[in-house]
T-cell receptor, first 116, second 113 residues
Framework: GEEVAQTPKHLVRGEGQKAKLYCAPI?????VFWYQQVLKNEFKFLIS????????ETGMPKERFSAKCLPNSPCSLEIQATKLEDSAVYFC??????????????FGEGSWLTVV | AQSVSQHNHHVILSEAASLELGCNYS??????LFWYVQYPGQHLQLLLK??????LVKGIKGFEAEFIKSKFSFNLRKPSVQWSDTAEYFC???????????FGTGTRLTIIP
């Protein structure tokens, strides 16, 4: 597709429940990024993939958060045992080849997670 | 580590006023710089980007930004704003060879008709 597709758009979970978000990058893009935006402010980098391999996971909380990008499947971000502070909009982004060469990172519309 | 500062948290202007939003970054090497806009309820859209060459870059919707290396700045400008420019504006930096974007905290722009 020509856009980064994220599902679901909205997700409500009770504290302690699992949340799973999905992202289909733009066709042909080999890099995928996940960002967390809390309260419409700062974008926090979580993790990036080069194809199905983790490229940079320095932003991922060590506990409860995991992500995968498997061949022929949407990428996923999973939060085990959600907490109130996980409430945020989670943005997925993708880029073609190596962003340092000048390629732009395109963002999806985001998945709004509310933990109650 | 790379970082971005946007000192204007909320800017309110009347239509037709000129706009300049500040962006300063911190990074020791070559950088790629971006401005993204987020309209209410929507996702991030790229306004413009600087990778190399002419430090004055022009983007969509009449926006432009100037990369001043000596000041570590990449300020966004528009000569005459419109009500439809009301949105949140994010400056972002990517160090060369580092594939992740680091965002500033954003500037909310409100245009009064």
């Amino acid at each position: 597709g020509e856009e980064v597709a994220q599902t679901p758009k909205h997700l409500v979970r009770g504290e302690g429940q699992k949340a799973k978000l999905y992202c289909a990058p733009i066709k042909g893009h080999s890099y995928v990024f996940w960002y967390q935006q809390v309260l419409k402010n700062e974008f926090k980098f979580l993790i990036s993939f080069q194809n199905e391999n983790v490229f940079d996971e320095t932003g991922m909380p060590k506990e409860r958060f995991s992500a995968k990008c498997l061949p022929n499947s949407p990428c996923s971000l999973e939060i085990q045992a959600t907490k109130l502070e996980d409430s945020a909009v989670y943005f997925c982004a993708s880029s073609q080849l190596v962003p340092s060469s000048g390629n732009t990172i395109y963002f999806g519309e985001g998945s709004w997670l509310t933990v109650v | 580590a790379q970082s971005v500062s946007q000192h204007n948290h909320h800017v309110i202007l009347s239509e037709a006023a000129s706009l300049e939003l500040g962006c300063n970054y911190s990074y020791g090497g070559t950088v790629n710089l971006f401005w993204y806009v987020q309209y209410p309820g929507q996702h991030l859209q790229l306004l413009l980007k600087y990778f190399s060459g002419d430090p004055l870059v022009k983007g969509i919707k009449g926006f432009e930004a100037e990369f001043i290396k000596s000041k570590f700045s990449f300020n966004l400008r528009k000569p005459s704003v419109q009500w439809s420019d009301t949105a949140e504006y994010f400056c972002a930096v990517k160090g060369f060879g580092n594939e992740k974007l680091t965002f500033g905290t954003g500037t909310r722009l409100t245009i009064i008709p």
